[in-house]
Every structure is written in structure tokens, then in C-alpha cells.
């Protein structure tokens, strides 16, 4: 048991340090980097984005797992970690590659042609050209394969209407993944198929979708006949599914949690506040309730220390990585709804100005409620632990066996 | 045995509900809350006319002269629609406070323009971050003049006066102060739940006139706590009930994996358990309407445990509104975050959960009633 | 909103307390009620107890809600419900006739012929014969009408093989209810044929079991070749399960709640318990938790009162009573928990003699896993409370429309 | 990052599984809970034989010499198979302290009899109902004699020795004294899970000797305690993860309405959130481990949080144990119990979940390590 590198890794993470300390500037205590649901679509910041990149893949730092025929370094996962945990020290322009790197570059090399390799993942590579994901629709959120917007062949194209939701970058993207269905006739898994679909393409609305934090991370994408050629056809013509869960098991695992200094910043709000002449945090109550946040969280960092070293040791983390994601947000929402109470009535306000630690309590309260919904709710992460990691049997399927169009979506009409 | 509202009360509830239906759907608070409109003006001047701020004030003053379990089947409704007026801090303190301890003179001045909406009370307690410390108050008034600051205060930016706790020469007393008279600067603060406004409110001899006898403060401040505390339950159970009828027809009426997501266990036990908790704050919340209306010995533990049941219930089915609503239920077109801030600002301007915990436990040792 | 009788009421509850000082000793403290789950079984208090039985029936007061033609009072439910609470006022031996007169009798009013009311109903009522109910077995718990029990016709009787289980007093009950299996081809609820059974027929041998608290208070009951009379039949041949439904309907809903006194009992503990040199009561965790059980119980006893008001209002109080197991069960077991926890290593004893209130909260701890699981597990209750109080669409079933026989009723064998 | 028991360590973890599968099943729990045997001797002796009592003695005192984590293996397996021995007292407290703080002449006259498992030990510091309580211990000591009372004392009916807290000259101080020796009293008393056996213990004039520095007892008890905990940690994970994997088998092979009891979201859902809880115990029980192995700094924190979620997610574990095997759950006859009673009983002997989260923050306001 050793919490260090082994010297390989050791020596990898000197390299990356290195080039970072060359190439960027590090991180200063107030500095923070862009959460995953902010807005950050601003045309500089995009800029400032793909200039990264480029700098980056210049030097072989860009795709680091790729293998090297497509560019990549054939690194291993291990390595890539340590990479985004010394990026992370350094002020870098927002990430705006996690899915196109991570999702689509994977699937194109797994499904795509020759020539669809070809046309895509250098420049996805070099951060020309940006990728968004459109899977989720308004009635296909948990039950994503339950998804409606159609595909309809017309010569060498095809033809695209419906909705996608929820995704992220859709506005500032040049490409997207799409799954639709082209047959709605046959069972609910078998009628999709997979596009890559050119953003710029007449006949696509992107809407953005304000969250109830007031950020803008997520758009509505709205398809009205717009065509794609069958040459971005990315899988057999109903064989969809098969390959967004390839995309879908190349969504990157959470690791590593951090999130251990927010109970710190909790102890020093509780030690702030005065309560029958000491502090709050004399008070059993608050001491209680802060040992198990702390236990908690500090048992979701060594949780994903447990990852690491399985990474370290060559094995791939599987849906056992459900974990972080299921307690943590609860557990955030916990910490929150308690800071704000141990605020008493100015718990009430929201207001920087007023508030010890810049209301940021108050902020994650209304941040988070997205994170225990967006990538997997709640409740379907303990789909996937129960039935994944544990093999309990599956729920009973309303939806199996019959043909998409006979699958009931809403209440009976009589 | 009869544990319930009258019928009459009941048809007082009903006509409050198709009210507000008409006149403050979702839409009015949402208004209020994206908008920098303090509070609906219109609804509170309807809700006037419906006798609703004068429910409890006698008639002689220009009220309906109802008793509180009136009031408190006004008080859920309010709370159902989230209606985005200043009532709780004008009718459940600020009348309260004049009804409790005013004299005659200051009944005639402030109550018949209480009852009929013109005039907006509050209550000025709380001076910092951190839970309500009555004993510790730093206001002082000396020569009928008042000097301190409170924060935050309910409804401090559009209320026309204050029932202000200071210490005065006889100890802790309260205080009615002019809140657009001299000595006064008030700032409107971020609310958590912007469809309900929040001030800081700077005092620098504003003119204080006593409020009940001097140095009786405390036990004012603490009894009204109480008072409001009852009411205010029925005003998060109104909002509790609102979140789970919602979620519940939401989860009925749409379909995942071929069946309605209410039909799956992870959801269906859930709203199960959600239920329990709201019929409990219901029972809670009528024990605490019950003892502010027939005996005072044991509103002081009801007063507790109807708060206690209410805010953790609302704020419960508010999380899981969001969470059971998915996706949708993180957005701010759709209505689950005008709760899941409501049931945190309700939560906390009468002091948190905690700190009524430990207020009860000291009166249960004092002595509980029967 | 009054908490008092009404006049009526007030006058019912004169005339009882009079008939009850006449004929009963009131309980003193440090007297107690057997509990539910006990062991009761004893010769002597099973014959205290008929003879109180008789003398209530010879004076009016055994079955009040009955109707006067069965020898009944015709008493309102709110009536009842005074009478019960008076009666819990006095020492009275342990009532052994809940079943009986609660459940059996009415459903043989309800189902029976007029035979076969005059052969059981007065007899019952006068507390001469005791009854138990057979529905249980080890297959077929939560899932009740899964029941493998078996009766097969020989010309005038029925032959029944089979075991019951969770059956409350079968070692000193003289008739049983049975449900059993008549059919196995046919769908499962509509194969069940419901009868009335001797408890000393040849072939029926009762087991008691132990529970983990040690005591006795349920039994196995075993049926080889047990044979009834068709005489004893209830129902129509495959009919039982309606007649059940009957029968679990007029399973007493659970009123009141009490239990507010426990709460009191905590805080005599904490009290009395020293951390850091003050009174564990002092610390505002121990204050919080005991604050959150307070609140609690008293919630579910008022919730009793509004139940007892919608009877006194000649509502039929449904299935939301469920609320108060529901609630209640956990509840009682988190109490235990905490106090024994508030022993600090203490805690880990269970020895009367050593322990502050005679160890009673770890025998609360032991005995209360039977309430969240006995009549109906929490998650039955939930449930019941999400389909038959909310409304809520039911669990998709995977054993409708299928003969029983072809039900799984394990792994699949390959 | 190796943050991870070696392949050795899991090969001696699986040779413990194995020889507990073999020499430990229930029945041998249940046969102690059953009858008057305070432990099962014979699975006593035959740990010895494995080598276990004296995994971290050294080898010139007759033990393995192993370091922490290989015991921490073995304290995993222990607590999935219940083994009711003295375990715990006479390893991770008795022979730890001598460890830690005994002379040369200490060393070599208890461990090799520790390691042959010919003595059992346990640790005295408890006096009564309530915390346990370091500054306040009565127990007293002068001219070498042991006056006071010790109430519970984990086996304390059947260890040969203890050490003991007590007040001496120099202060509290530890000391080690034999049970069967002159001025002991002591007598079983009924234990919650009764095969785990629990005494009291009257000392008037017993002869104690000195265990480390006079006057160090309140340090020295209070880091006997974090090594224990970081230890039992495993135990309590061993007994989670039994219980988990019982409850998995049950209701995955037992069938309701027509399908598997583990497909319902009720259970499913639930068995999700145990396996949850029990990773993180076991992340948490990791850390204890290295840090009892590699940095005694970092131990005061770790201890407390490998104790705290052990802790919590046995008991919330074997409750739910109990509730998802539904009737026979609350059989005698089923297994379930044992697990119900050694939750508590382990959750208790170190002090409560709540004393060590009190702990705990004092100790990040000391100054979290890294």
C-alpha cells in the first residue's frame, strides 16, 4: 500500500509538469476553473480553447490514450490521469474537447469507414473542429433508447426532425452525434441508427436551456427536414443503439471526487457563526453532522484512490465508478442545505455581498440538483449498481418484445 | 374527539384555493421572482379585499374578526400557490404583535390599515448571520430613538413599519417603528427565493414608539416566534402538499421503459414515504392551529413541533420534486425550483430546524402539558 | 376543532368506566399490557381470559360492533374505539380474541351460511372458542395469494396438505380460517377455496416459533391429511380469495399510536448519562435527535386523533392507517438504536440488571424488527399506501394470467 | 497510486477465509450465543495454530511478524465470519498496548503467551454507563494496588489479564494486571450478542504493574484506542459485507409474485446504497491500515473515519439484513440475528459513532495532515 507514483509514473507526471510549467501558467489560491455546467460559450473563451488544444497536440499532449495511428500516444490510463490531475493546477482556457475526445473520437474508430476516420479525428484531434453529443430527447431522458426524432432515407440522404435536449455546446459545436430512429415499426432497440451530423447544416435550431441556477450549460437542438448524406452514417442502417453504447462506455469515469476542501470550508463557516455565545462550532449537533460529511467525502477520495490504483494496475474501471456520482451529489446537497440552515434567516439570501463565503453554499444548493440528474439520475446509477455491479435480476420491461410505435408513452385514453 | 376544521372552515379553505387559482397561478410568483417587483401588488390588494390580512383582526379594527384556524386555512393556501406577497411577516407578526401587545391607541392606528392591505408590517429581529439570538440583540433605543441595524428582515424593503426588538431602558422591549420616516435606510438583499424580498435595514434614530410593556421583549419576541411559527407551518404544508400533487401527477402522466415512471418502485415508495411525512406535518401543524386557538399553555411545544414537521417535510418533497421531475425538474421554465427555494426561505427566516429542536427539548423538560 | 368527547361520546365512556370499576381492577404503574408479540400461552391466563370474555358478553360488552341479530351492540366504530381505551385503563388478562372477533366472525357473517353462523358465532362471542387465522406459509408471505397449501375433494370432506406459518396462538385455538389451494391450473387468485378448520383434527401439528427476541408469540402450523368437512367450506369453490380480502379488511386498523411516553423515557436516560461533565441531555446533538423523535411521535398520535375523528364523524378509517407502522416501526427501532448507542459501550449488554431502565431498549431493539415485518413489511405498506391511498399505477406483474402452477417460484434450473 | 492490499496479503486473507469457512460457519457463533461457552476455545486454539493472536508480535516474542495490514486481513475475515473469540480484546488492545508501551521484561513475559493464545488479554477503562470518558477514570492506584470498578469489560469473564486505566501517582496510567490473581472480583454479564462475552470487574487491592511512562495513561489509552478502531474496522467490515453478500443470495434466490424479491426497486435499490456504504467503509478501513502501518500522523484521523463508516454501515446493513428477509428474518432460527446483535455490539465497545465523530472534528481542527 503506498499513496505514490511507482517511478514510471513518476517520471511521466516530471514530464507533464515540465511542458505545463512551460507552456501555462499555474493556479493561484482564488483562481478556479469552469464547473461542468457553466456557461462558457463566450467566442474568447472558445478561442482561447482551441488555441490549447492546438498548443497541445503541437507537442503530443492532446489525446493522450489515442492510439499513435490515429494520432494519440497510446498512453495508458493511469497516464492520462495524471495528466488531467496536473493540468488541473494550471489555469487552462475551459474544456470543450471532453466529448468529442472522449466519445465520439472512440466511436468513429471503433464504427467508423476508412474514410470517415480519416475525415474526422485529425482535426477533432487538433481542436479545429468541436464535437457535441445529441442523444437525450424530452420523452427519452432515463429510457434514452426511448427516443422519437426520425430518419427518413431520400436518395442519398437522410432526413432529420425532431428534438434532441440536453446538449452541451450544441451552440458553439461543428459536428454532432446523433441517434434517431429510421424504424419505428420494429422493437424499441432496433430501429436506430447512428449519424454524424455537420452542425452548420440549414434546418437546425440550438436553443439554449437555462438551469435553475440561471447558467446556460445545456441546449435544446431542434431538427426541421434537415439532410445528411449517407456517407456520415456511422452505423448499419437499425444498428444505432449498439453503437451509442459505445459511446456511452467511453463516457469518461469520475474520479479521483476532490470536493474534501468544501468540509473545511464548512468548519470555518460553523466556527464563524456564534450560537448561545460560541461558536457553532462548539456545538455537538454541527461537530456531528461535519465528522460525517467529512468521513463521507474523504471516503469518496480514498474510494477513487482504490480506482486509481486499479488504473495503475492495467484494469479499467468499470460501472463500479456509479459510486462517486450517486453519494456525492446527495451528499454536496446535504452540505449545502446544512450550511445555509447553520446561516439561520440569512440562510433566506443569496447575496455575495452579505454572506460569509460569497453565498457559494447557496450557489451549490441550486447547482446541484443538475448533477444528481444530468449523465445518469439518481436513481438509474442504482439501476446500473444493482443490476452491473451486483447482477440482481433485472426490473420487470413493459417495453419488451413489441414493436417501438406499440409501446405505451403516456396514460391509456379512455 | 373532533381533530379536524369545521366545514365552515373548510368552505373558508375552498373559496381561499379557487381564489388564488384564478389569481395567482405559478405564473404570478415565477413574475415576481424573475422581475424586480417585490411582491404581486394586485394580489395583495385582492387578497385585502377577501378580508385575508384582517382574517383575525376584530371587527371594531376594520377585520373579518375569524379566529386562527381561519387564518391558517388562509395561511395553506397561500402557501399551495406560493403567492408572492408579504403576508406571513404583515399578518402572522406584525398584526399579530399589535394584537398581542398594542394599546388601544396603537390598535386604532396601525389595524384597520393592516386589514386592509394599505399598510405593510414586519418584524425586525435578527441582526447577523446566524440563528435567531433573541437575548443577544444589539439595537438599542434610548430617548424614543433607535440606533442598530437588522438582517436580514422579510419583506424590510416594502414594509411601512417594524415591530423592532431592542433594548431599551427597561431590558429588552419591542418597538413599532416608521419604516419610511427619518433615521431609516433599508437596502433590498438577493433573496434565495427572489419571489420573496429581503432587506438590511440601518437604524440611526428612527423614532421608536414602545410596543407592549418595557422589558418584556424577550418573552414578546419568543411568544410571537411561536405564533408565527404555527401559522407559518401552514403555509409550508400548503407548499409541501403543492410539491408532492404535483410530482405526483408529473410522474403518473409520463411514460419511460412503457410505463408510467410513478409505477416503478424507486419512485412510487418514495412519493409513499413523501406522503407520510406531509400527513404528519398536517397533524403537527393542526395541533399547532389548535393550541393558538384554545390554549396558550401548549402552543409553546406545539408551536415547535409544527414547525419542525413542516419545514423538514416541505423541504424534503422539495428535493425530491426536482430530483423525481429529471431533467426538466433542473430547468427554469419549469415551476420545481419556485419550491425547492420557497421551502429553503420558509426553512429559514423564523430560525432553522435546528434551532426550534433545541427550543423544544428545553420546554418539554420545563414541563410538557398533559 | 375540539380534543373532547362529545356528549355521547362522553356518556358511552361514563357507562363503561362504571361497568369496568365494577368489574375490573385499574392498572397501577409498573403495571403492563402483554404485548402483542409475547408469549401468552399459558393455561391460566388462557382461562382468565375466557372468563372475562363471558363476563363482558353476559353484560353487553363483548362485540360491540357486532350487530345485535349476532348478539352484537350495533356500536358505532368511535364507540368502540372508547371502549377499548377504557378497558387498556384496567387490568385485564390478555386478549386472546382479536382474531376471532375482529376478523373470523365478521367474515362469517359476511360469507357463511345460516348454519354455519349458529354454529360459530355465539360460542365466539362468549369466548368458549378461541380463534386463529391460517393464511401465512413460508412461500407466500408478502406475497400472500402465492400460497401452495393444498385441499383436494374425497367425496364429503376436503383432504388439506400443507404448512402455515406466522399464526398467532394456534397451540391453544380451538377453530382456524383457512385459505388454501383447490386449484393449481387456474390463474392464482382464482384457485383458492377458503374453510374453517377443527385445530384438534388429527394431522394438524403446531410448532411455536422463536423469535429473535426469544419469544413465542407465533407458531408453524403443519397439515398432513387434515380432513374438513364440506359443511366447514366458506366460500365457493375457488373463491377464497375474495373472502380473504373480507377477512384482512377487518383486520383492526391500528389507532392512536401512543408511545409518546417513550420519548420522556429517552430523556430520563440522557439525563442521567454524563459526557464531558454535563448531562448528555445538555449536548445539542443529543437534544436534536430526541427533539426529531418527539416531533414524531407526537405527529403519529395526533395523526390517531384525526383518524379518530373521521370516525367519530362515521368515516371508515382506510388504508392510510397503514401510515402509522409505516412510520411508526421505524421510528421505534431508530429510538432504540440511539439510546443504546447514548450507553456508549454500556450499550452492548442486555442485562436488566445492570443497565439504566432494566436494559428495555435493547429489548425494544429486538423485538422491533417483528412490527416492520409482521402484518405487512414496510414495503407492502408502502405499497398499499402509494396504490390504494395515492392512487399511483401499480408494479408490473410477471404472475398475471398464468396458472399458478407455471408461476416461478425460483432461479431457473438451467 | 497502489492504493491496495499486495497479492500476499490477499493470499493470507484468503487462507483466513478459508480456514474460517471450514472452522467457523455460523453454527459455531450461534452454538456460543446458545449456550454458557463464553468463546469457542477450540477455533481459538486453532487461530493460534494459524498464527493470527500474534500476527504483528515479533518473532523473537514468538509471533509472525507480520506487520498491520496483514492483521488487517485477518480482522476482515473474523468479522464476515463472526468468530466468537476474544479477538479483539486481546489482540488489538492487550497485545497492541504491550507493543506499543511495555518493557523489555513486559514483552517477553506476556507476548509469546499472547501469540500461543495460552493468555487472553483485554483493556479496562470503561466504569459505567455512558462514554467512554478518559479524564474522568476513578480507578486508583497506590503501592502498586488496584482499587475500582471497570463496567463492561469486553471480555473481561474469561482474559487472563487486562490492561487497566487508572489514576497513580504520576497521574492516570495503564496497568497491567492479572485477573486471577488476589483482589479481583468479577462476574458475566448478559451481553447483546452473547457470543461476544462482556464482565464487570471490582478491583480492591489487586497488584498492578506499571505499562509505559506514569502518567502518560491518557495518551497512551487514547492511541490504544485509535489503533483498536482502525482494526475493528475490519471486523466491521468483514460482518457488513456478510451481511450484504446473505442478503443478496436471499433475496436474489427467493421469489414473490412471480419474479426474484431482488428485482423489485424496493430491495434493489436499497441493496445499491448498502454496497455503496460498505465501499466506502472499506475505502476508509484501507486508509486506517496504511495508516496504522506507514504514518502514525495521519492515524488520529483515519482511525476516526474507518470507525465511523465501518461503524454506520454495519448497523445500517444488519437492519436491513433483518428487514429484507421479511418473516424468517425475525426468526431465532435464521442467521440474521447474529448479525443484528454484533452490529451493536461492536458499534458499542469502542464508544458510540457519535463520541468518535466528536473526536474526529476535534482532531481536523487540530490540523488535518494533508
Same mark, same amino acid.
Given at each position: ?10 517520471a ?5 509538469r515540465?511542458?505545463?510549467d512551460a ?9 478556479f476553473s ?17 488555441k ?29 490521469v ?7 493546477r ?5 474544456n ?39 442523444f ?12 422519437r426524432?426520425?430518419?427518413?432515407r431520400d ?7 425532431g ?20 424504424d419505428?415499426?420494429v422493437a424499441?432497440h432496433?430501429?436506430l ?38 456517407a456520415? #452514417?456511422?452505423?448499419?442502417?437499425g444498428?444505432?443503439w ?20 468544501s ?8 466556527r464563524?457563526?456564534?450560537?448561545d ?13 461535519i465528522a460525517?460529511?467529512y ?16 488504473i495503475?494496475?492495467?484494469k ?12 456525492g ?8 442545505a ?9 440562510g ?12 457559494e ?8 440538483p443538475g ?21 440482481l435480476?433485472?426490473?420487470a420491461r413493459?417495453d419488451k ?6 409501446i ?7 | 374527539?373532533?381533530f379536524?376544521?369545521s366545514?365552515?372552515q ?25 422581475t ?11 387578497a ?17 374578526g375569524f379566529?386562527?384556524?381561519?387564518l391558517?386555512?388562509?395561511?395553506e393556501?397561500?402557501g399551495r ?16 404583535a ?9 390598535k ?5 390599515a ?13 441582526e ?5 439570538d433573541?437575548e443577544?440583540v ?7 430613538k ?5 438582517f436580514?428582515?422579510?419583506d424590510?424593503?416594502?414594509?411601512n413599519?417594524a ?9 429588552l ?24 424580498s429581503?432587506?438590511r435595514?440601518?437604524f ?17 419576541a ?7 411559527a ?6 409550508q ?21 412503457? #410505463? ?6 424507486a419512485?412510487?415508495?418514495?412519493l ?9 406535518? #398536517?397533524s ?7 393550541a ?10 406545539a ?13 424534503q ?6 430530483q ?25 427566516v ?14 418539554i ?6
Open positions: 500500500m503506498d499513496f505514490n507514483d511507482t517511478p514510471e509514473e513518476a511521466f507526471r516530471a514530464k507533464a515540465t511542458w505545463l507552456n501555462a501558467e499555474t493556479m493561484k489560491p482564488g483562481d469552469a464547473g461542468p455546467l457553466d456557461e462558457r460559450d463566450d467566442p474568447a473563451s472558445i478561442q482561447s480553447a482551441k490549447w488544444q492546438q498548443k497541445k497536440a503541437d507537442d503530443g499532449w492532446a489525446c493522450l490514450t489515442w492510439p499513435k495511428e490515429y494520432g494519440g500516444q497510446g498512453a495508458t490510463s493511469i497516464q492520462n495524471i495528466w488531467n490531475q496536473e493540468e488541473a494550471y489555469k487552462t482556457p475551459p470543450i474537447y471532453g466529448i468529442g475526445l472522449g466519445m465520439c473520437g472512440p466511436t468513429i474508430m471503433t464504427h467508423g469507414t476508412d474514410a470517415q476516420r480519416e475525415r474526422w479525428l485529425p482535426e477533432m484531434r487538433m481542436g479545429q473542429k468541436v464535437w457535441c453529443q445529441l437525450s430527447e424530452p420523452s427519452a431522458g432515463s429510457d434514452l433508447a426511448g427516443l426524432s426520425t430518419a427518413v436518395g442519398d440522404d437522410w432526413v432529420i426532425n428534438q434532441k435536449i440536453w446538449t452541451t455546446g450544441a451552440q458553439f459545436c461543428d459536428w454532432g452525434i446523433l441517434v434517431v430512429r429510421s419505428a415499426t424499441k432496433s430501429g441508427t447512428y449519424f454524424v451530423v455537420d452542425m452548420h447544416s440549414p434546418g437546425i435550431e440550438v436553443r439554449p436551456i437555462t438551469q435553475i441556477n440561471g447558467g446556460q450549460g445545456f441546449n435544446e437542438v431542434f431538427f426541421t427536414d434537415v439532410r445528411i448524406p449517407d456520415q #452514417r456511422l452505423s448499419e442502417i444498428n444505432g449498439a453503437v451509442a453504447i459505445t459511446t456511452l462506455m467511453n463516457e469518461r469515469a469520475s474520479i479521483g471526487g476532490g470536493g474534501g476542501s468540509v473545511h470550508e464548512l468548519i470555518e463557516l460553523a464563524g457563526i456564534e450560537v455565545g460560541q461558536s457553532a462550532l462548539e456545538q455537538s449537533s454541527v461537530r456531528e453532522k460525517t460529511f468521513t463521507r467525502t474523504k471516503g469518496l477520495k480514498l474510494t477513487g484512490y482504490r480506482t486509481l490504483s486499479a495503475s494496475q492495467g479499467t474501471p468499470g460501472p463500479e465508478s456509479s459510486l462517486g456520482k450517486l453519494v451529489g446527495r451528499l454536496t446537497q446535504e452540505m449545502a446544512f450550511a445555509m440552515d447553520l446561516q439561520g434567516p440569512a433566506a439570501l443569496n447575496d455575495p455581498s452579505q454572506l460569509p463565503q460569497a453565498a453554499w447557496q450557489d451549490r444548493y441550486l447547482s446541484i448533477l444528481r440528474i444530468a449523465g445518469g439520475t439518481d436513481e438509474i446509477l442504482r439501476n446500473i449498481i444493482s443490476e452491473r455491479v451486483l447482477g435480476p433485472p426490473e413493459a418484445g413489441i414493436a417501438f410505435k406499440d405505451p408513452t403516456g396514460p391509456p385514453s379512455n | 374527539m373532533n379536524d376544521f366545514d365552515d373548510k368552505f373558508l379553505q375552498q373559496t381561499a384555493r379557487d381564489y388564488l387559482a384564478e389569481h395567482s397561478p405559478l405564473s404570478v410568483c415565477r413574475e415576481v421572482l424573475e424586480d417587483k417585490p411582491y404581486a401588488d394586485d394580489l395583495w390588494k385582492g385585502a379585499e377577501m378580508g385575508w390580512q384582517g382574517a383575525v383582526i376584530p371587527e371594531e379594527y376594520g377585520g373579518a379566529g386562527h384556524l381561519e391558517a386555512m388562509i395561511a393556501e397561500i400557490a406560493l403567492a408572492p406577497i408579504p403576508f406571513s411577516s404583515s399578518v402572522y407578526f406584525a398584526t399579530e399589535i394584537l398581542q401587545a398594542g394599546s388601544e391607541a396603537q386604532k392606528k396601525y389595524l384597520p393592516l386589514a386592509a392591505g394599505t399598510t405593510i408590517g414586519t418584524f425586525a429581529l435578527t447577523k448571520t446566524g440563528q435567531n433573541i443577544n444589539q439595537a438599542k433605543v434610548s430617548d424614543g433607535l440606533s442598530g441595524t437588522k436580514p428582515v422579510a424590510g424593503d416594502v414594509a413599519f415591530v423592532v426588538a431592542a433594548q431599551g431602558d427597561g431590558g422591549s419591542l418597538y413599532l417603528v416608521d419604516l419610511e420616516g427619518e433615521g431609516v435606510q433599508r437596502e433590498s438583499v438577493t433573496s434565495f427565493d427572489p419571489s420573496r429581503m432587506a435595514i440601518e440611526d434614530g428612527a423614532p421608536a414608539d414602545l410596543l407592549g410593556e418595557a422589558g418584556q421583549g424577550a418573552s414578546l419568543s411568544h410571537l416566534l411561536d405564533r408565527a404555527a401559522l407559518m407551518a401552514f403555509e404544508l400548503g407548499s409541501a402538499q403543492a410539491c408532492f400533487d404535483i410530482t405526483k401527477e408529473f410522474t403518473t402522466g409520463r411514460y419511460a421503459f412503457g #410505463r408510467p415512471v410513478a409505477s416503478f418502485q419512485i412510487k415508495h418514495r409513499a414515504d413523501m406522503w407520510c411525512e406531509i400527513e404528519l406535518a #398536517r403537527n401543524a393542526y395541533y399547532g392551529a389548535w393558538l386557538s384554545n390554549e396558550e399553555d401548549e402552543l409553546n411545544v408551536a415547535c413541533i409544527a414547525r419542525i414537521q413542516a419545514g423538514d417535510a416541505l423541504e418533497v422539495s428535493v425530491e420534486m426536482v423525481m421531475h429529471g431533467g426538466v425538474g433542473y430547468t427554469w421554465e419549469y415551476d420545481c425550483h419556485l419550491f425547492y427555494r420557497r421551502a429553503k426561505l420558509l426553512g429559514a423564523l430560525g432553522s430546524s435546528a434551532q426550534w429542536k433545541d427550543k423544544l427539548v428545553d420546554r423538560e420545563a414541563g410538557e402539558p398533559s
